[in-house]
Nanobody
């Protein structure tokens, strides 16, 4: 079994930066892929960034050039580096990931509870 836990959220002024972390505990040898989502009050959940095992990345147009997704399999941690933050980035950010659990190829897919990011103007 695997659990994902996000951290790094908080209150930041517009123009500032935050780095979110998504740590996997349990049987996760490496990430096959990871996505970061966000959901603002009254809005639909939005895919912000995604990364594959081959380090191919994809970003929502609204965050391109400002956010960077990465993973560190040795630390079983994924990151979302956020820069030039805007009030519109205010949301609960959560990670989803597929973990490779063993050498037979068993996988687990799931998400964390999320972390609040608030950007003040």
């Amino acid at each position: 079994q695997v659990q994902l836990r996000e951290s790094g959220g908080g209150l930041v002024q517009a123009g500032g930066s935050l780095r979110l972390a998504c740590v996997a505990s349990g049987l996760c040898l490496m990430f096959n892929d990871m996505e970061w989502y966000r959901q603002a009050p009254g809005k639909q959940r939005e895919l912000v960034a995604a990364i594959t095992r081959a380090n191919s990345t994809n970003y929502a147009d609204s965050v391109k050039g400002r956010f960077t997704i990465s993973t560190d399999n040795a630390k079983k941690t994924g990151y979302l580096q956020m820069s030039s933050l805007e009030p519109a980035d205010t949301a609960v950010y959560s990670c989803n990931a597929e973990c490779l659990m063993d050498e037979r190829g068993s996988t687990w897919w799931g998400g964390g509870q999320g972390t609040q990011v608030t950007v003040s103007s």
